[in-house]
């Protein structure tokens, strides 16, 4: 694995904003970054990067399992006990999965470390699966890459098949995010380009302007009663409005399924560590209230169970607070987790986001910043492999 600088290709943010890249940069700075690119060989991706994945997510499932064995367990994870039920409906009805991300600490030496599984809302959808591969094709036929050269990357081809398996193409999907979020409202355009492709009859409606009936149906801005409904907003949130009380009620289908609340809530970190300790690819973590946190090492990471883009994440050592992010994350509890060091690239740490499809691995997107935490401004450089 190595760090590539390449020159930009001169035409590339007209080509974004014809192509609805609306947000490579923002406030000023830019967000997705051709100035550099990760390098890789083809053993690093399938023996270090996808079969890791998908090792990764078969553990999560398992623990999914634990979790809606136990209450304590639930309780835990602060999931209100008025969803109990309906979150173990939908995993013994075995309702699908349509993605995640799993956020790994890669140098190309050594396993790959879990930070986190983006289980319910991960963004960044479009520029792994879409503008990334963009990006190889053109410095390809410039020459300015290998004819050999090339990417982890099956993002859009699997999200297409998955959308066609899961959704019954005699329904219609409904596709929604909150009206206030630019990157949201394009990750949810590219899934909804990628319903179409499926073959399915797809609708965007924002969140705000969905409604429900006293038969507890939800429905778009016109009055459509929705059936299947992607829904790019975390269910703690949703378990917090005013409709929550709702869901368990109505036929409507959410994806991610409601058992994704589960994963979606960084108390899986611990529970994970309990359940296959000294996993090569998991980090230790524990409870803010367990004993045995005192055996971390003395640098670790402190994180809300329930936080975005890095939010409230703060990272200490003996000495204290050494760096943290503002947010408004936190009030549910925190965790703890062994602190292990970031890839560092000149003055630039990096992180992987490794997909995964259903149960199948992806493709990856990278994220680089001087901080130590990815936040939301953290920039997306591309890779290739050689």
């Keep these: 694995m190595k760090r590539i600088f390449l020159p930009e290709r001169p035409n590339w943010k007209h080509q974004a904003a014809a192509l609805g890249f609306n947000f490579h940069s923002m406030y000023g700075q830019p967000y997705w970054d051709e100035t550099r690119a990760y390098e890789f060989t083809l053993s690093q991706i399938e ?16 623990l999914v399992d634990r979790v809606l064995r136990d209450e304590q ?57 879409f503008f990334q591969w963009n990006w190889i094709e053109e410095l390809i036929g410039n020459q300015q890459l290998p004819s050999d050269a090339d ?27 909150v009206s206030d979020a630019k990157e949201d409202r394009a990750t949810v355009s590219y899934l909804q380009d990628c319903a179409k492709q499926a073959g399915l009859q797809s609708h965007f409606v924002y969140l705000e302007d969905i409604g429900v009936d006293e038969q507890h149906r939800f429905a778009d801005q016109h009055s459509y009663v929705i059936d299947n409904l992607f829904k790019l907003y975390p269910y703690e949130m949703m378990f917090r ?11 409507i289908r959410l994806i991610e399924p409601p058992w994704k609340a589960i994963l979606s809530n960084k108390g899986i970190l611990p529970l994970l560590w309990q359940m296959f300790p000294n996993h090569p690819n998991l980090l230790p973590a ?19 169970l329930f936080s975005r883009e890095g939010a409230n994440v703060t990272l200490c050592d003996p000495n204290g607070v050494q760096e943290q992010a503002s947010g408004p994350y936190g009030r549910e509890g925190f965790i703890y987790q062994s602190y292990h060091a970031p890839p560092k690239f000149g003055d630039d740490y990096c992180v992987i986001g490794s997909w995964v499809i259903g149960d199948e691995a992806a493709g990856i997107g990278i994220r680089e910043d001087h901080s130590r935490i990815t936040k939301d401004l953290s920039r997306f450089v591309p890779h290739y492999i050689k």
């Design 73 to 129: 367990l639930l309780q835990k994870l602060e999931i209100p006990e008025a969803y109990w039920d309906w979150i173990n409906r939908s995993w013994q009805a075995g309702e699908p999965a349509l993605y995640g991300r799993f956020d790994l600490l890669y140098d190309g030496h050594g396993p790959a470390k879990m930070l986190e599984f983006n289980a319910d809302t991960p963004t960044s959808l479009y520029e792994t699966g």
């Design 151 to 177: 990417q982890f990357n099956s993002l859009q081809d699997k999200l297409i098949a998955r959308l066609a398996d899961i959704v019954d193409p005699q329904e219609h999907l409904h596709l929604t995010c």
């Design 47 to 62: 023996n270090d990067l996808e079969s890791v994945t998908e090792d990764l997510n078969t553990c999560c499932l398992e």
């Design 286 to 304: 524990y409870f803010e209230e367990d004993a045995q946190k005192s055996a971390l090492s003395s640098k670790y990471v402190k994180k809300p």
């Design 241 to 251: 409005e005013a409709y929550g009380p709702i869901l368990p009620k109505s036929n």
